[in-house]
């Protein structure tokens, strides 16, 4: 079966400091990769989207980059942190296929408090 | 620009109910449209899909509709159960797989 690793689950970083998360997925091949961010009672919003390896789609100009090295591992970067990168990091895939009428599977999320 | 409309409120019900979820959306032409469960602290949860063409999806006690003239879809959850009780999310799909979600509505369950 698949699934989908996200980490760490919680963290604290100064403004102005770099950013890692890393996310990874087994049991599939060439998924769909997908970062969101979710801030408090808000829905979730697209940030970078990838098909393949090296393929990524920013949706939202910022100071946050993703990469995708691998088939199923994404990454969401920042040089500098800013105040407004706050919020709870979501990673997701789904299946590539025709149609892409799929579901996607989330990560258990990402706390990212800046302080 | 594009809207998606859920009820912000949280919706409390009482066990063995039905509960009724709205999710309205307008300047959008979506492929398909998605419901996910999401529990505190956790990544969202798949539910169900229900594509352009499609009225109505069943998966045990969930029922969706989708009515593109309304641009509307109802979620309901029969039979309520305090376990049920969760924020529930709307997400509407293009044709390039790429979603677009609501902002959710809570739903509590009481025994």
């Known amino acids: 079966s698949q699934t989908i690793h996200q980490w760490p689950a919680t963290l604290v970083q100064p403004v102005g400091s770099p950013l890692s998360l890393e996310c990874t997925v087994e049991?599939?091949?060439?998924?769909?990769l997908y970062w969101y961010r979710q801030a408090a009672g808000r829905g979730l919003q697209l940030l970078f989207y990838?098909?393949?390896?090296?393929?990524i789609s920013s949706e939202v100009p910022q100071n946050l980059s993703a990469s995708r090295p691998q088939d199923r591992q994404f990454i969401l970067s920042s040089k500098k942190l800013l105040l407004s990168d706050s919020g709870f990091y979501l990673c997701?895939?789904?299946?590539?296929?025709?149609?892409?009428?799929?579901?996607?599977?989330f990560g258990d999320g990402t706390r990212l408090s800046i302080l | 620009s594009q809207k998606i409309e859920q009820n912000s409120e949280a919706l409390n019900i009482q066990e063995g109910k039905t509960a009724t979820l709205t999710c309205n959306y307008t300047?959008?032409?979506?492929?398909?449209l998605q419901w996910y469960r999401q529990d505190p602290g956790r990544g969202p949860v798949f539910l169900l899909l229900?594509?352009?063409?499609?009225k109505e999806k069943r998966k045990e006690r969930l029922k969706v509709t989708f009515d593109t003239t309304l641009k509307q879809s109802l979620f309901h959850i029969t039979a309520s159960q305090p376990a049920d009780s969760a924020t529930y999310l709307c997400?509407?799909?293009?044709?390039?797989?790429?979603?677009?979600f609501g902002a959710g509505t809570q739903v509590v369950v009481t025994p």
């Open positions: 990838s098909v393949g390896i090296g393929q």
């Open positions: 049991g599939t091949s060439n998924p769909n």
């Open positions: 300047n959008y032409s979506p492929a398909y």
């Open positions: 229900i594509r352009e063409n499609e």
């Open positions: 997400a509407l799909g293009d044709s390039w797989g790429k979603l677009q």
């Open positions: 997701a895939w789904s299946p590539a296929v025709v149609g892409h009428n799929q579901p996607q599977h």
